[in-house]
């Protein structure tokens, strides 16, 4: 069965086009050490959110904010922006500052970890590997939101999500053991953070209200 959260993504990390641009706006970058990178964020951005959701608490927490805060729309309208085209208020500074919220309330402490592993795997730097982060965020958001909700027939049904997410980090790891890596970083402490971070920091991110 396809994983459409996973397709979506993929077509877009697979077009050297959009690679290129990433690679200019983050200030310059080799196209495959950016590539990497970006295959790198998902994983531990999809990795991140399926350990949220497998938790009551957690599931619950996030199925509420892509329900109140995404239609799945707004990726067409990032993309655009990416690839360089976008005429909306804020543009790529508004993208990036939407983008860092995301991170900064889903990885929470492990985020400096997490890009200090993505940027040694890649050999992207660290600040540019932090910056192609808070601009992939909301994408990857995005994303989730637009499959999520045409899986479910127009809502959202947390055992798909959770499917999606989990085969979408396996997929980046296959083969890749510095992707799996990643996955065992975010899951070494068990402490519940995640879902703490989530269900505080991302409600409002994308202007909705609770």
């Known amino acids: ?3 459409q959260f996973a397709d979506i993504l993929d077509q877009h990390l697979n077009d050297d086009n959009f690679i290129d641009n990433l690679s200019q706006q983050i200030g310059g970058a080799e ?8 295959n790198g964020i998902v994983a531990a951005m999809s990795s991140a959110m399926a350990k949220t959701a497998t938790t009551e608490k957690g599931a619950s927490g996030l199925m509420g904010m892509l329900d109140a805060n995404h239609d799945g729309s707004i990726i067409d309208d990032v993309m655009n922006m990416v690839s360089g085209g976008g005429g909306q208020a804020g543009g790529q500074a508004g993208l990036m500052q939407n983008g860092a919220g995301i991170v900064n309330s889903l ?4 985020q400096g970890g997490i ?8 050999g992207l730097s660290g600040d ?3 910056n192609l982060m808070s601009m992939l965020a909301p994408i990857i958001m995005s994303a989730l939101s637009k499959t ?3 899986q479910g027939g127009g809502g959202f049904d947390i055992g ?3 499917n999606m997410l989990q085969g979408t980090q396996q997929k980046k790891a296959s083969g890749n053991p510095a992707m799996d890596m990643i996955g065992q970083f975010l899951d070494k402490d068990g402490d519940g953070d995640f879902t703490d971070d989530l269900l505080g920091g991302l409600g409002g991110l994308f202007g909705g209200k609770k």
């Not at 196209?31 to 970006?38: K, L, P, Y």
């Not at 990885?107 to 492990?110: A, D, R």
């Not at 890009?115 to 890649?122: G, Y």
């Open 1 to 3: 069965m396809s994983n």
């Open 31 to 38: 196209r495959e050490q950016t590539r990497a990178a970006a």
């Open 107 to 110: 990885l929470g402490g492990k």
């Open 115 to 122: 890009i200090d592993m993505i940027s040694k795997m890649s």
């Open 128 to 130: 540019k590997t932090g």
């Open 148 to 150: 999520g909700k045409q």
């Open 160 to 162: 798909g999500i959770l």
